[in-house]
T-cell receptor, first 110, second 114 residues
């Protein structure tokens, strides 16, 4: 069964303390892995799409990487405004709809 | 314009009320979606419209009734809801319906059913 698993569930960081979030997936024939950021009470905001192992994408303090079984979202020198829930999602093997992971809630303290 | 606009932002309704949620996009996207999200959970797909036709209904109770009047608008009509239906309702759109499409989400409607 296709699955998307995110870890850790929650991450508390000091401002400037770099860290990584993990998204592991079991979908065969990956048609893209998506990262979204969601602020409380708001809709998810698209960050990145990764399609093939070895691919990397960056946006400000965020960098997403992809291997054959997992993706990492690296947060470098985070600021309080990076506090949010980060969701990863993949389309399952024989379906079109996105399968979301449960998310990692990141809190960055000043 | 890369926005998906949802109204209202907040809604409180009784179990006997009828209300509607509205969603609009002007990106020329041909697929539009309704998702439901409970607190601290990921979004769950409810409905998909592709080229203004309902293509997916994820076994959603009939008290939720979607409507797509045209390619830019999506409504969700609510009737006789239950308190457990309280959640954040998200609208999204994408260029196509196929897997691997980037979704653009609205800010959501926070619904409370009393």
């Amino acid at each position: 069964e296709d699955q998307v698993t995110q870890s850790p569930e929650a991450l508390r960081l000091q401002e400037g303390e770099s860290s990584s979030l993990n998204c592991s997936y079991t979908v065969s024939g990956l048609r893209g892995l998506f990262w979204y950021r969601q602020d409380p009470g708001k809709g998810p905001e698209f960050l990145f799409t990764l399609y093939s192992a070895g691919e990397e994408k960056e946006k400000e303090r965020l960098k997403a990487t992809l291997t054959k079984k997992e993706s990492f979202l690296h947060i470098t020198a985070p600021k309080p405004e990076d506090s949010a829930t980060y969701l990863c999602a993949v389309p399952p093997t024989n379906d079109y709809k996105l399968s979301f992971g449960a998310g990692t809630t990141v809190t960055v303290r000043a | 314009d890369t926005e998906v606009t949802q109204t209202p932002k907040h809604l409180v309704m009784g179990m006997t009320n009828k209300k509607s949620l509205k969603c609009e996009q002007h990106m020329g996207h041909r697929a539009m979606y309704w998702y439901k999200q409970k607190a601290k959970k990921p979004p769950e797909l409810m409905f998909v419209y592709s080229y203004e036709k309902l293509s997916i209904n994820e076994s959603v109770p009939s008290r939720f009734s979607p409507e797509c009047p045209n390619s830019s608008l999506l409504n969700l009509h609510l009737h006789a809801l239950q308190p457990e239906d309280s959640a954040l309702y998200l609208c999204a759109s994408s260029q196509g319906e196929q897997g691997g499409q980037k979704l653009f989400f609205g800010s959501g409607t926070q619904l409370s059913v009393l």
